[in-house]
């Protein structure tokens, strides 16, 4: 059975810093790639940044390009967010996925399948 535990969210002032952990088990982790999306109050599912499966390609969403960090250790299988220069409309939900069960619906992400409980990010002063 696929599980997907995520941990690490908060309260965070602007600019602060929060490191977003993915504790995963169920099916081989070091053979997928790895995603992480988020959803604000009263809007879809968002796409935030993909790993590749050694954690040698790395992408990320223009607006926390240069801010957030994705990385990965395939031997623990665990996945990591760094967040940093937090600002208000990076409150959200987040999320970690296995990239090849997201579906899109043109720039959203739909409800997909072995989502965990996600952790909740609040960026506030």
């Known amino acids: 059975e696929v599980q997907l535990v995520e941990s690490g969210g908060g309260l965070v002032q602007p600019g602060g810093s929060l490191r977003l952990t993915c504790a995963a088990s169920?099916?081989?982790?070091?053979?997928?790639?790895m995603t992480w999306v988020r959803q604000a109050p009263g809007k879809p599912l968002k796409w935030v940044s993909t790993?590749?499966?050694?954690?040698?390609?790395?992408t990320y969403t223009p607006s926390v390009n240069g801010r957030f960090t994705i990385s990965r250790d395939n031997a623990k299988g665990m996945l990591f967010l760094q967040l940093n220069q937090l600002k208000t409309e990076d409150t959200a939900l987040y999320y970690c996925?296995?990239?090849?069960?997201?579906?899109?619906?043109?720039?959203?992400?739909?409800?997909?399948?072995?989502r965990g409980q996600g952790t909740q990010v609040t960026v506030s002063s």
């Open positions: 996925a296995r990239d090849s069960d997201l579906m899109w619906l043109g720039n959203d992400i739909l409800p997909f399948e072995n």
């Open positions: 790993i590749g499966s050694d954690g040698s390609r790395t």
């Open positions: 169920g099916f081989n982790f070091n053979k997928v790639d």
